[in-house]
């Protein structure tokens, strides 16, 4: 399950479309149980980052259609949702956010090309930058770690 799902189950389990900061703390924390008051606030934060929460100072709102994700029963949300992604997870995130495409979209693009313009010999992470690009989806702040992963590779 992913980030977009844990931050729509308070809204759609209150269904409202506005929720104050006490109001998520209070759903994660004491009501469901499934993360500590650090953990909401970084929950809060990562769905700001990536586009999927707004503010409006006070409330906290979807930026999505709650209608769009499903919460099964007795869901509860891993820890992997509190993963720190490098820049490449964060290059793809930042444009399946912005674009709207999902990421195994995104990926078979930049494998397309990888293997049609470049004939295998491009690294993914510059593909991906071909792709955001195209995309017209700023990449400019990543790339300096692009390229220590890629130094770390070699």
């Not at 998520?24 to 149980?33: K, Q």
């Not at 929950?43 to 709650?66: A, N, S, V, W």
Request: with cysteine.
């Amino acid at each position: 399950m992913t980030i977009k799902t844990a931050l729509a189950a308070p809204f759609y389990h209150s269904r409202v479309q506005k929720l104050g900061k006490s109001e998520l703390i209070y759903y994660y924390v004491f009501d469901r149980r499934w993360m500590d008051r650090e953990q909401v606030d970084l929950l809060i934060h990562r769905g700001i980052e990536q586009q999927l929460l707004g503010t409006d100072g006070e409330m906290y709102f979807p930026l999505f259609d709650l209608a769009d994700v499903c919460i099964p029963i007795g869901y509860k949300p891993s820890s992997s949702i509190f993963d720190v992604h490098g820049p490449f997870e964060q290059l793809l995130n930042r444009i399946v956010s912005q674009t709207g495409n999902e990421p195994e979209e995104i990926v078979a693009r930049m494998n397309q090309v990888i293997s049609e313009q470049f004939d295998g010999n491009i690294r993914p992470e510059a593909a991906l930058i071909i792709v955001a690009k195209r995309d017209k989806v700023p990449f400019i702040d990543l790339l300096d770690q692009l390229k220590q992963e890629l130094l770390k590779k070699d």
